[in-house]
């Protein structure tokens, strides 16, 4: 058995590390705890997120067997109601998002992209070991 508990920073590529953590400070939330010319560390989603200079057209996206690109991360919200929200806040915040969609699983999901292009993920559906843990009811 793995003793893994959690994921604790996740490291995305961006061009302009100043202007990157503004717009993750600004239009997600995140906290800044730290920056420099290389790099910019904040707070976002319960972890720890590294925002790393890096040449230009890097991204934490791939490409899977359909030649579709996809994203790497997930983040959660509790239920429909706070998917949509978030959905429509994206777009009040001039975010690039996608549709709202179903993808035959639980819950409903939709994509967003920051502005080097890193594409996320946003699910309606908290994991129950996480709504356990942070006593969260629907």
Request: charge should be negative; avoid cysteine; hydrophobic fraction near 35%.
């Amino acid at each position: 058995m793995s003793e893994l508990i959690r994921v604790g920073t996740t490291y995305i590529p961006v061009v302009n590390v100043e202007r990157s953590a503004e717009w993750y400070v600004n239009k997600l939330g995140a906290k800044l705890n730290y920056q420099d010319q290389d790099k910019a560390i904040l707070d976002l989603a319960n972890q720890s997120v590294f925002l790393v200079k890096s040449k230009e057209n890097q991204t934490s996206n791939f490409v899977d067997v359909y030649d579709e690109e996809r994203f790497s991360l997930t983040f959660e919200v509790n239920g429909l109601d706070a998917l949509e929200r978030t959905h429509k806040d994206f777009i009040d915040k001039e975010i690039y998002v996608g549709e709202i969609e179903n993808r035959g699983h639980a819950g409903r999901n939709f994509v967003f992209s920051d502005l080097d292009g890193n594409k996320f993920d946003v699910w309606s559906e908290l994991s129950p070991s996480f709504k356990e843990k942070f006593f969260i009811s629907k």
